[in-house]
């Protein structure tokens, strides 16, 4: 299984998901397993990737996530956090964009490889300072040039969202030395999508969802990211006012849309 890994790791994926096999009721898969008498008795709020619903016929519980954490281990200390990769790629399709003869890919394609790319660069500050180790510090700092080859100068909205999500990552990690992390697993309202419907019309979904209530805590972290996100976007448009000819419409309005839909999510 390592081998298995470490040939994986070396594929480059821009991004993974790396879980135990956890059959879900009502799957064959399931109905396989139960049949073998090879299901933990796990309530259905607690049924998703990690829940250990299975039981490996060879591996103990702990030994199938030890597994999935060292990939997980492996892949950042290689490679550095998937933004880095998607990163890379994304100025990749700028640059062939730009260059394409189809004038789709020039004039339109472009714009919205230039917004991401813009959106992956303010991450880069923060995955400088905290950079597992030298190599993929080189890589972050390989790929900050690379932006400013391609696409010029940050603009001060960038440079400014940038600054706050290096804040808030060293926020987390000074407090993750304290109080670690894993100690407050952060726990989502748990959804059930129900497919029990035929949709009426273009937009409407073929299914319900049923939510649990959030707990009184999971609301407090709730509203604290909210007024986390809205402190940003006031720093971001106070920028754009105060140095408007820096100012870069197609990213910067991408941007300060982005923090006021929440793209940062509950629990940063």
């Not at 790791?9 to 998901?17: E, G």
């Not at 519980?61 to 933004?83: K, V």
């Not at 472009?110 to 597992?132: G, I, V, Y």
């Not at 748990?190 to 959030?214: A, L, Q």
């Amino acid at each position: 299984m390592h081998e298995d890994l470490n040939y994986f790791v070396s594929l480059k994926p821009t991004y993974q998901q790396l879980t135990r096999v956890s059959p879900f009721p009502g799957t064959p898969l399931w109905q396989t397993l139960k049949d073998e008498g090879r299901l933990n008795d796990v309530p259905w709020e607690d049924v998703h990737f990690w829940s250990g619903a299975q039981k490996n016929t060879v591996l103990e519980a702990h030994e199938t996530l030890n597994l999935t954490e060292y990939g997980y281990d492996l892949l950042y200390r290689t490679w550095g956090p998937s933004i880095l990769r998607r990163l890379e790629v994304q100025l990749d399709g700028y640059d062939f964009c730009t260059r394409a003869q189809s004038p789709v890919l020039r004039r339109h394609r472009s714009l919205l490889m230039k917004r991401q790319c813009a959106m992956m660069w303010t991450n880069l500050r923060a995955m400088d300072r905290w950079a597992p180790n030298g190599v993929v510090r080189r890589r972050v700092r390989k790929a900050d040039e690379r932006y400013r080859q391609l696409l010029g100068e940050p603009t001060p909205v960038m440079e400014a969202l940038a600054g706050g999500i290096d804040a808030l990552a060293s926020v987390q990690k000074v407090k993750g030395f304290f109080d670690p992390l894993n100690r407050h697993p952060k726990e989502e309202p748990f959804k059930r999508y129900v497919y029990d419907r035929e949709p009426r019309g273009d937009d409407e979904v073929p299914y319900r969802v049923e939510m649990n209530e959030p707990s009184a805590s999971v609301r407090r972290k709730m509203r604290s990211g909210r007024m986390r996100e809205m402190g940003l976007s006031l720093a971001m448009k106070a920028t754009r006012r105060g140095l408007p000819r820096r100012s870069d419409p197609v990213v910067d309005d991408y941007l300060v849309n982005l923090i006021d839909r929440g793209w940062l999510g509950f629990g940063f």
